[in-house]
């Protein structure tokens, strides 16, 4: 059986000294993107065919509105023949031997291996990432492939075989706990049937591929569909398509459809032949897809993640440098746009003021600008109409607060929604405590003692990420046994919320963030896409 580990690229081109050879390797990848793969005219596959719609979606970059292509703007008519492509292609696909399909799911990581640089190039330059956050999202697309291959591996397909001894002992009539013949029995776990895979703008190619990974390996068949309205990521997905075709996942196997979420994905979840729903994104979609399919009377079952309001507490005995660089790199890192971003702080009063000073010193430190130059920290939010929420929340905190750093937008001559990093101090009770706002906006209050602090943190219908500073063990046992998240990190400096990497820090929302307690990246994800069967046979 192989082994697990993950990529990891950029830390080791840094460990052999090689980073020059890294930028490198991104910089061609960008030019050759330029050169050959924007602007075209893409397709939609369904049953493993291209299709071409009445109407067309423009998708451009949000860092400088170069146009990405024209893509298909699929109907409910293109998601029931997906939907049905799909369902013809359950049976096959769902009797094949898990060996063949864990051999398919790695050599889609060969593939994405091999590709690496193009696509994160074209991510970057499709929804604003630089490049070590697009070269990390490929990287962990590649771990999520490895990782449910060896965790399928390991647990043999999840089937679990025994025997019972016949008894000599007889009995007229059974009941519970009779004596009887030798039995047979399979424990196995089956796939659902087709899943509909409904993916996110900020991680286009990890979250997609992970979803839509675990649901093939586990023997179910997938109708995906990108991000397509408002904040687009079609081409990735597009990437995705390909890249499994060239794995050898069968036609109808895997079909991919671009389309808005009123028709496609509407389809998705109203359709009684669509078994399962994969989903990352906010939490009032989720909640209303799940609302409206039970209440049509169709049961599905739901895998999905809905957001976080991610709070950090930093208390009078943390090391306030590593504070301030852990929670910057979660807050501001792809401009905010993650659901585990840091949006909240609650300080210790005694050390409010150097804190906040400290975290403003190191936010004016990041550098805004096209994040496809090496140096550039903050790019541009996805689409404009974020912009619009930016401005708002500086408006209230204006209102009901101060602003201690940022707070404008940034025009550098490109056609792009640039803002600066923007931290607000405010009361708990305000409405920006509350919200996600997938903005680079920190708000932060102060607390007097652990007990006011953690109650704060733990003050929100989300429950995805959570962090602490602090050098006391009465704060961290209290944090720990406390907090009411699912990803917890203490004291850590490359990230205070954000950074779980596959197969170590399992992913998983609690509250409003997650329906099912089971998160991605962990050794109980695949089981939600299969259900129990027990099947016995007397010999």
């Not at 971003?341 to 975290?359: G, P």
């Amino acid at each position: 059986m192989d082994t697990f580990s993950n990529e990891s690229t950029y830390k080791k081109f840094l460990e052999q000294g090689d980073e020059q050879r890294f930028d490198s390797l991104f910089e061609g990848a960008i030019e050759k993107a330029k050169r050959e793969v924007f602007g075209r005219k893409f397709p939609i596959y369904i049953n493993g065919e291209e299709v071409f719609c009445e109407k067309e979606i423009s998708e451009y970059s949000p860092i400088d509105h170069m146009p990405i292509g024209r893509f298909q703007s699929g109907t409910r008519e293109n998601a029931k023949d997906a939907v049905e492509a799909a369902e013809n292609a359950f049976g096959e696909w769902s009797r094949t031997d898990y060996k063949e399909r864990i051999r398919a799911m790695r050599k889609a990581a060969e593939i994405f291996r091999r590709q690496k640089f193009l696509i994160s190039a074209i991510m970057s330059i499709e929804n604003g990432k630089t490049r070590y956050e697009s070269v990390g999202e490929v990287d962990e697309a590649i771990d999520f492939l490895n990782y449910y291959s060896y965790e399928m591996e390991k647990n043999k397909g999840y089937s679990i075989k025994k025997k019972t001894e016949e008894s000599k002992a007889k009995v007229a009539a059974g009941f519970q706990g009779a004596p009887g013949g030798s039995e047979q029995i399979y424990n196995l776990m089956k796939p659902y049937g087709v899943f509909g895979v409904i993916a996110p703008f900020n991680f286009p190619i990890s979250i997609s591929t992970g979803m839509s990974a675990a649901a093939l390996i586990t023997g179910n068949t997938v109708v995906f569909k990108p991000s397509s309205t408002d904040n687009m990521t079609m081409l990735t997905g597009l990437y995705i398509y390909k890249i499994f075709e060239e794995a050898g996942i069968p036609k109808g196997v895997f079909n991919y459809v671009t389309g808005p979420g009123s028709e496609v994905g509407d389809e998705l979840v109203s359709n009684s032949k669509v078994k399962g729903i994969a989903f990352t994104g906010s939490k009032n979609t989720g909640m209303s897809m799940m609302a409206k399919s039970y209440g049509l009377g169709i049961h599905k079952t739901f895998v999905v993640e809905l957001g976080g309001k991610d709070p950090v507490i930093v208390s009078k005995s943390a090391d306030l440098d590593a504070a301030a660089e852990g929670i910057i790199s979660s807050a501001f890192g792809y401009s905010g746009q993650k659901c585990s971003a840091c949006s909240r702080v609650y300080v210790q009063e005694s050390i409010k003021e150097e804190f906040i000073s400290k975290l403003s010193e190191r936010t004016r430190s990041l550098k805004i600008g096209n994040p496809l130059l090496k140096g550039n920290y903050i790019g541009p939010l996805i689409s404009p109409k974020p912009l619009e929420k930016f401005k708002t929340a500086v408006s209230e905190a204006e209102a009901h607060g101060r602003i201690v750093h940022g707070g404008k937008t940034v025009d550098l001559g490109i056609e792009g929604a640039y803002v600066e990093p923007t931290i607000a101090e405010m009361d708990h009770s305000n409405r920006l405590f509350h919200e996600e706002l997938f903005l680079p906006f920190l708000v932060i209050d102060s607390y007097k003692d652990f007990s006011e602090a953690l109650a704060k943190a733990n003050d929100t219908e989300y429950g995805l990420t959570a962090g602490l500073y602090s050098r006391s063990k009465a704060d961290i046992s209290a944090f720990m046994n406390g907090i009411a998240a699912g990803v917890v990190y203490i004291n850590r400096k490359i990230g205070a919320t954000t950074g779980a990497m596959v197969g170590s820090q399992v992913f998983v929302g609690w509250k409003g963030s997650g329906t099912t307690g089971k998160g991605t990246g962990g050794r109980f994800y695949l089981q939600q896409f299969m259900q129990e069967q027990s099947q016995t046979v007397v010999k």
